[in-house]
């Protein structure tokens, strides 16, 4: 009789794509260079359960381009593994032929011309028309929103996320989890949640003086003639990586204890399969794969990952949905005997100029657009280049808020925080406002003006870094490297905090940064309360329009060893 286990295993080869074949549902798309609404959504219909997953769409309503990383380094167990291979190396290891459309929304390589050829991708009219026709197709779909759903836009910002929520709620997903929420601050956060038609889940959210769980920590759902119990697990380092002093009285973490008590909770509960809805990253997520028994499925998010076909860690699936409204996944599965016994998957990519927008998502966004229309529409510039910022280093985009922060705040240095979210421009393409709020639309904003010693700038960096590199997932508790300006350094991200930097050099002259000596930093995102400076985007505005055109110059800065 077959295990489990085999049969899984035989299931995750039928997954589209599975590499060593080539023969999954994208390698078949990319070598019929089809971009078709109907190729594109055509899915075997399989089981009794189907899944749906978007995460990490930043407030995007509208198609943009994304470019995917160039440098995503995996330390530890995680070294080479996915998400961790980039450009070719990816391509390769999923059979996807290079320039086809599978190849451009998955990987950075050839970006530029590939973007032209195939248009933007997202919009949620378009994710919506996609989320339609799973549903006519399998009625009973649950769908699922990792989080960074409320935050990241020009529209977002200035609704106080009621554009996202309203456009959301037309959705009607069943359950959500949260990050970038709760920087809405927790009056706000509990002012929606209390509206929600769904499930706003938090299985690690604790009120920090009563030490219990603040939010619902899971939701069952009848399926298929399954029990499926999803939980919730938000942002486990919220007050680390974004202001406490905006969600006072909540605690977070990953609490591994709690999930593996959650699971046996809605196993006894008679759940036939456990989803978990996080955002705590990938590799975070993939340790608590194999450190709590009896999860079937994570729908993982926070680190914006798009990977076309599962990640097996045991016997649980790990998805990744990648960010800005670039796919949707949806996962069929066959639960019975109060089990997952086989799966198909398939990662959906959005190409905004194939997918037919939905009408009525359309005309929501329009009303919601168009009372900032004219606002968001001016253009303040040219990028003579191409502008992006995912990777774990400095992206251009980062580096032009730099390049700002030291001139108009007349800094030596500049510190720009390693955020993922914010869409990428062509070259040559206007830069408009509603482009630079969708690169710093956040609630402190402030562009600070500080003198830092060279040994503090040490600190900060190995700090950083440490939350980036440490070989421990649950360690990992920030975004990318912080951004800098007017320093460059060398990093071997092999070696333990404290060693990681060496060689910073201010590269106005060339010198050493000494230890000793102050230096003029500015920098954005304090997660300090009461922080003073002017908001990001009225400082990268002013330095925009004086360029008129703006050329970021290629960044040899960083020097990283050890990847």
């Known amino acids: 009789m077959i295990s489990r286990r085999d049969f899984l295993q035989a299931a995750l080869a039928a997954s589209a794509v599975w590499g060593a074949s080539g023969a999954g549902n994208w390698a078949r798309l990319a070598a019929q260079q089809a971009l078709t609404q109907d190729r594109l959504l055509e899915f075997d219909t399989f089981g009794n359960v189907t899944l749906i997953h978007v995460t990490d769409i930043h407030g995007q309503l509208v198609p943009v381009w994304f470019r995917e990383p ?11 593994k996915p998400p961790h291979v980039t450009g070719a190396d990816f391509l390769k290891l999923y059979g996807i032929p290079a320039g086809t459309p599978e190849a451009h929304a998955l990987s950075y390589v050839d970006f530029v ?32 929103d990792g989080g960074d759903t409320w935050h990241g836009s020009y529209t977002c910002l200035r609704s106080d996320a009621q554009d996202m929520v309203n456009a959301m709620n037309l959705l009607k997903p069943d359950a959500m989890t949260s990050h970038w929420e709760f920087t809405l601050g927790v009056d706000r956060v509990t002012e929606i949640v209390d509206g929600l ?11 920090a003086e009563w030490d219990e769980p603040a939010y619902e920590p899971y939701r069952m759902f009848e399926r298929g003639g399954a029990q499926i119990a999803v939980i919730g697990q938000a942002f486990p380092y919220l007050p680390i990586a974004n202001p406490k002093w905006m969600f006072p009285g909540l605690s977070f973490g990953v609490r591994e204890e709690r999930m593996a008590e959650v699971v046996q909770e809605v196993r006894g509960k008679g759940a036939d399969l456990v989803v978990v809805l996080s955002h705590n990253g990938f590799d975070v997520d993939r340790k608590m794969a194999g450190n709590v028994p009896g999860i079937d499925v994570i729908l993982t998010g926070h680190t914006h990952d798009a990977l076309p076909e599962p990640v097996m860690v045991g016997q649980t699936l790990l998805i990744a949905s990648g960010s800005n409204g670039k796919f949707v996944t949806r996962l069929d599965l066959d639960v019975r005997e109060g089990r997952m016994m086989g799966f198909r998957h398939k990662l959906i990519p959005v190409f905004s100029d194939a997918i037919a927008p939905d009408p009525e998502m359309a005309a929501l966004i329009e009303r919601e657009r168009a009372p900032y229309r004219d606002e968001m529409a001016e253009v303040l510039g040219t990028t003579d280049g191409l502008l992006y910022r995912r990777g774990n280093f400095n992206g251009t985009w980062d580096d032009l808020i730099c390049n700002a922060l030291i001139d108009e705040r007349e800094a030596d240095i500049a510190l720009s925080p390693g955020f993922r979210w914010g869409p990428s421009l062509l070259p040559g393409d206007p830069i408009t406002r509603e482009d630079l709020y969708s690169a710093t639309a956040m609630t402190y904003p402030n562009a600070y003006r500080s003198e830092m010693t060279g040994e503090m700038l040490h600190t900060i960096l190995e700090d950083v870094a440490d939350n980036l590199f440490n070989p421990d997932p649950y360690y990992q508790q920030g975004g990318d490297m912080v951004r800098v300006g007017g320093m460059g350094y060398r990093i071997d991200v092999t070696k333990p905090q404290g060693s990681r930097i060496t060689d910073m050099t201010l590269l106005k002259t060339g010198e050493p940064v000494d230890p000793a000596r102050s230096y003029v930093v500015s920098g954005w995102a304090s997660v300090g309360e009461g922080t003073e400076g002017p908001p990001i985007w009225e400082v990268v505005e002013s330095y925009v329009k004086r360029q008129g055109t703006v050329r970021v110059d290629p960044n040899t800065s960083v020097v990283v060893s050890g990847a």
């Open 70 to 80: 160039e440098i995503n380094i995996g330390v530890g167990a995680a070294a080479g």
């Open 113 to 144: 011309s590939l973007a032209k050829g195939y248009g933007r991708m997202g919009g949620l009219d378009r994710v919506a028309t996609v989320i339609n026709a799973i549903r006519a197709d399998r009625p009973e779909a649950l769908l699922l």
């Open 197 to 207: 038609d769904f499930a706003f889940l938090g299985a690690n959210i604790f009120d």
